[in-house]
Structure formats: structure tokens, C-alpha cells
T-cell receptor, first 112, second 115 residues
């Protein structure tokens, strides 16, 4: 079973920030939080990952609470092409091939 | 940048036939993962290989087998196909030895239809 829980679906207006929450209250100390998204049957796309510090890249920002029990993925200016299922995954780093456990994810709809 | 290559992209088979799916990881990547995604479902892990050795195993049926070759490409062999095997099959790769944080990069998938 997935170690994370996410809202089933969310809507966001185009051009606004999309904030996608994830609960991972049982995350282990050596586990990172990874975010992926899947656009309509395409291969899941890596977005960002983090351990305990906030992270930012060209796609998104990741805010992790101090107790590491939850995190939020922020898409600063959502576009229609950001409509996808977003997966939050807790997994160890450098674990020599250990798999990702995908949960139901959040279906984000960006509305014009 | 080079991505994960999967072939074929689409495959149609009859029940009880066999199928072979191929995956070519990103150059220099040493780890390959296979996932299955049924209609309306989330990706489910099947099996992974690190440096040509099986490193983890998920809910892969006994009818399926896989291996990673010396050039790091991988093949998923599926025998006695059943209707329920119809799904998207994704391959992902990562570069563990490079000290990366296990980001897995996914290919476009192979859509298998069993009739």
C-alpha cells in the first residue's frame, strides 16, 4: 500500500498557483518525497523531490513540513497543459532499484 | 536529452500467445524498472534490475519473466497471455551508481492489447 494520501481531485484556474497537498505521516527518516505526474496515459513525468528542506526547480516548488508528515507541491502559474494526475511517493534514496508505490494520486484539472 | 525508449509502442496479441517488450534505458543508467498500468488504475511495480541483477520484485505473475542485458537494455517476456494482461507497460530507468536520488525516468510505455 502507498505510504501517502492525497485528495482525489482538485481544480485550479489557469494562471493561478496550484497547491497539491500530500500526507505522509508514516514516512521513514531515510525516505524522500518524490512527485510525479501523468498526463493521459503518457509515462509518469518526474517533477521534484526532497528530504526535509524546501526545494524549487523550473517546474515546481516543494514545501515539506518540519515534522515531515506532509508536503505541498506548488505549480506557481498553472496552465492547461498541467492538467494531469499528480502522484506523491515516499521512497528511500540510493536504494538500488527499490520500486515506487503509486497511490491513487490527485487528478488536477486546470480550468480556462 | 535522451529518454527511455520502449518498443513496440503498441502490441496486439491473442490469448495464450507470448509477447516480448523491450526497454532501452537512458545512456549511463544502470537500473531498470517495469510497471504495469491497467485501465483506470495506477502504475503497479513488477520487477527491477540493478547492474543486470534482479533487485526487487513486485506483483509479477509467474508467466512473466524479465532480464537486463550487458548493454543495460531490458526485456519483459510474457507467456500464456490472458485478457487481464491488457495494459500499459512502462519501463523506467535511474542512475544509482551516480549517487542520484533514485529519480526514475519513465518511457512512453507499450500498450498491450490481448484479444
Amino acid at each position: 500500500d502507498a505510504k501517502t494520501t492525497q485528495p482525489t481531485s482538485m481544480d485550479c484556474a489557469e494562471g493561478r498557483a496550484a497547491n497539491l497537498p500530500c500526507n505522509h505521516s508514516t514516512i521513514s527518516g531515510n525516505e524522500y518525497v518524490y512527485w510525479y505526474r501523468q498526463i493521459h496515459s503518457q509515462g509518469p513525468q518526474y517533477i521534484i523531490h526532497g528530504l526535509k528542506n524546501n526545494e524549487t526547480n523550473e517546474m515546481a516548488s516543494l514545501i515539506i513540513t518540519e515534522d515531515r508528515k506532509s508536503s505541498t507541491l506548488i505549480l506557481p502559474h498553472a496552465t492547461l497543459r498541467d492538467t494531469a494526475v499528480y502522484y506523491c511517493i515516499a521512497a528511500p534514496a540510493r536504494n538500488y532499484g527499490q520500486n515506487f508505490v503509486f497511490g491513487p494520486g490527485t487528478r488536477l484539472s486546470v480550468l480556462p | 536529452a535522451a529518454g527511455v525508449i520502449q518498443s513496440p509502442r503498441h502490441l496486439i496479441k491473442e490469448k495464450r500467445e507470448t509477447a516480448t517488450l523491450k526497454c532501452y534505458p537512458i545512456p549511463r543508467h544502470d537500473t531498470v524498472y517495469w510497471y504495469q498500468q491497467g485501465p483506470g488504475q495506477d502504475p503497479q511495480f513488477l520487477i527491477s534490475f540493478y547492474e543486470k541483477m534482479q533487485s526487487d520484485k513486485g506483483s509479477i505473475p509467474d508467466r512473466f519473466s524479465a532480464q537486463q542485458f550487458s548493454d543495460y537494455h531490458s526485456e519483459l517476456n510474457m507467456s500464456s497471455l490472458e485478457l487481464g494482461d491488457s495494459a500499459l507497460y512502462f519501463c523506467a530507468s535511474s542512475y544509482i551508481q551516480g549517487g542520484s536520488y533514485n529519480e526514475q525516468f519513465f518511457g512512453p510505455g507499450t500498450r498491450l492489447t490481448v484479444l
